[in-house]
């Protein structure tokens, strides 16, 4: 079973008389029980800053698997909420199953909603870069395929200009032996995940924790970035 199978460790028993079992990610988690999944079509959520409140600005960043990206992320100091979901794709109200088969487009992602007051995009952009490995191209760590690349979805013209202007600022820098290969695009439709993938980590520590240490997230992390790793994340 390759690693970009279905994580079917995140379903829960949504109804006792409609249930299905789906297969787990390859050699990474174990089965606690009979894995039972429903897929949940949320529905979209337009990632435009002009609609949002006055306090409020949204971030969308893919970074490889998203209950990490949203761990992550939930542990910056201003950052509001965190939504799991799909975007870049075409395929409208995609679900977990037909994103992971693939051929879709559409990217795992999370959208996050953040005071502008107490963190900068600029700072969540630094965040961002430091909690992934921008130059894989393949993926990030062990999950694989083009759902799990990295990306970043500006939804403005000047989130756009920062994010290209900390890009460009990166990789003069040197700290990376390979280019930088995250995109950075005009942010599309956001389509929220199933419900069971929303806050998996905290829903599912023990399960999650094992999944984020046996994908090699953090060694690769702490590789790339040393003592700069997860900057700006508080501890979790």
């Known amino acids: 079973m390759s690693v970009g199978t279905i994580r079917a460790l995140a379903a829960r028993l949504i109804d006792l008389q409609e249930v299905s079992s789906m297969k787990m990610k390859s050699h ?5 029980g009979v894995a ?11 990632a435009d800053n002009s609609s949002s409140p006055a306090k409020e600005r949204i971030a ?17 100091p201003g950052v509001l909420r965190t939504i799991s979901g799909y975007t870049g794709g075409k395929l409208k109200n ?3 199953r037909s994103v992971s088969r693939g ?4 990217r795992e992602a999370v959208q996050i909603v953040y005071d502008p007051k107490k963190v900068t995009y600029v700072a969540l952009l630094e965040v961002f870069w430091r909690s992934v490995d921008p130059t894989d191209d393949g993926g990030q760590f062990c999950d694989r395929g083009d759902v799990y690349d990295t990306a970043i979805f500006a939804n403005s013209d000047e989130q756009k200009r920062q994010a290209d202007a900390s890009k460009q600022k990166l990789q003069r820098s040197g700290i990376l032996k390979h280019p930088i290969v995250t995109p950075i695009e005009i942010a599309g439709p956001f ?13 599912n520590p023990v399960r999650y924790k094992f999944y984020r240490y046996r994908c090699g997230r953090e060694a690769r992390i702490e590789e790339l970035w040393g003592k700069d790793a997860h900057r700006g994340i508080t501890k979790h």
């Open 28 to 32: 990474i988690i174990c089965v606690f």
């Open 36 to 46: 039972l999944a429903a897929s949940i079509t949320v529905g979209a959520m337009a």
């Open 60 to 76: 969308t960043f893919a970074g490889g698997c998203f209950w990490c990206v949203e761990s992550d992320f939930d542990h910056v």
């Open 94 to 96: 995609p679900t977990y």
């Open 103 to 106: 051929g879709t487009g559409h």
């Open 191 to 203: 389509y929220a995940a199933e419900t069971y993938h929303q806050d998996y980590y905290k829903k």
